[in-house]
T-cell receptor, first 115, second 113 residues
Framework: ETGVTQTPRHLVMGMTNKKSLKCEQH?????MYWYKQSAKKPLELMFV???????ENNSVPSRFSPECPNSSHLFLHLHTLQPEDSALYLC??????????????FGPGTRLTVL | TQLLEQSPQFLSIQEGENLTVYCNSS?????LQWYRQEPGEGPVLLVT?????EVKKLKRLTFQFGDARKDSSLHITAAQPGDTGLYLCAGAPPESGYSTLTFGKGTMLLVSP
């Protein structure tokens, strides 16, 4: 595997389900990010991890719970979501958040549909 | 009001035409990045512009950073269907301490054969 991978690519869940999104980066980076991409809105930054420590939480509802066990893996645990949470969830990585140009490398995303 | 305003929002052209898309802000950025996102995929970094007035070329794509570092443009010469996608500009605003990226809404480009 190369670059940034995300699984699953598609997910349909009910409002009472619990599911997790997984992201893995094979670039040797130290920062990882979760973004939400909805139609007609700019990418919204959700969480930032630097060296597996959370450095940014953009007022994200607690029904989204991130986990970063090491610099290569990032999870987003989902529970009791709302239909408005349906979106494309993108994971990204960079050398280090806030250093240099912060050029980011994205995974293909998970298309989430909440029924 | 978006920190980064991109225009136009949507552009549909024929193969072989030239086009320019814009990214504007009232804030000064230390650098701006351009990404292209194809349907069903994540954004892919195309270029980073750093110096005011800088021009960078990537084959048929020409990127320019405004002298005041508040705006940028992307010009595509002789567009091809493979150029179809969502073009996003992004920068780290001073309000974030330059630590995180803010994205524009993007310009959706459709190039027809």
């Amino acid at each position: 595997e190369t670059g940034v991978t995300q699984t699953p690519r598609h997910l349909v869940m009910g409002m009472t389900n619990k599911k997790s999104l997984k992201c893995e980066q094979h670039l040797g980076h130290n920062a990882m990010y979760w973004y939400k991409q909805s139609a007609k809105k700019p990418l919204e930054l959700m969480f930032v991890y630097n060296f597996k420590e959370q450095t940014e939480n953009n007022s994200v509802p607690s029904r989204f719970s991130p986990e970063c066990p090491n610099s290569s893996h990032l999870f987003l645990h989902l529970h009791t979501l709302q239909p408005e949470d349906s979106a494309l969830y993108l994971c990204a990585s960079s050398q280090l958040a806030g250093v240099g140009y912060n050029e980011q490398f994205f995974g293909p995303g998970t298309r989430l549909t909440v029924l | 009001t978006q920190l980064l305003e991109q225009s136009p929002q949507f552009l549909s052209i024929q193969e072989g035409e030239n086009l320019t898309v814009y990214c504007n802000s009232s804030s000064v950025f230390s650098s701006l990045q351009w990404y292209r996102q194809e349907p069903g995929e994540g954004p892919v970094l195309l270029v980073t512009v750093v110096t005011g007035g800088e021009v960078k070329k990537l084959k048929r794509l020409t990127f320019q950073f405004g002298d005041a570092r508040k705006d940028s443009s992307l010009h595509i010469t002789a567009a091809q269907p493979g150029d179809t996608g969502l073009y996003l500009c992004a920068g780290a605003p001073p309000e974030s301490g330059y630590s995180t990226l803010t994205f524009g809404k993007g310009t959706m480009l459709l190039v027809s054969p």
